[in-house]
């Protein structure tokens, strides 16, 4: 049972969605709220808690994951491999200590 709950959870989207979570977390709130407002604004009581958090979620989530894409392959990607190439340069292998003689 577990690795069939392993293998469903590790592919496709779940994949990606893991590898988009850092900027889906940075991104959500700062379109969940001005949505969320204007949807509050605009149809106030006139609709239900369900039916205006259906709205707000059909509109945020695509948005949200568009954008989380694009942080991602155009900030995320490029700041680990600058990340690599600073270690890489800063990390150099320092020569071994030779032992010394026991007496």
């Known amino acids: 049972m577990a690795r069939k709950v392993a293998v469903a959870l590790g592919g ?46 059909a509109v945020v989530l695509p948005v949200v994951c ?10 995320e990607m490029p700041g680990q491999q600058l990340g690599r190439v600073v270690l890489r340069r800063f990390a150099r292998k320092k020569p071994a200590l030779e032992p010394s003689p026991a007496e």
């Open 12 to 57: 496709g989207i779940f994949h990606v969605l893991g590898e988009l979570s850092y900027s889906i977390y940075l991104i959500h709130l700062l379109i969940l709220q001005p949505v969320a407002a204007f949807v509050i604004a605009r149809y106030g009581d006139g609709l239900g808690a369900p039916l205006r958090f259906a709205i707000v979620l």
């Open 66 to 75: 568009l954008l989380s894409f694009v942080t991602y392959r155009l900030i």
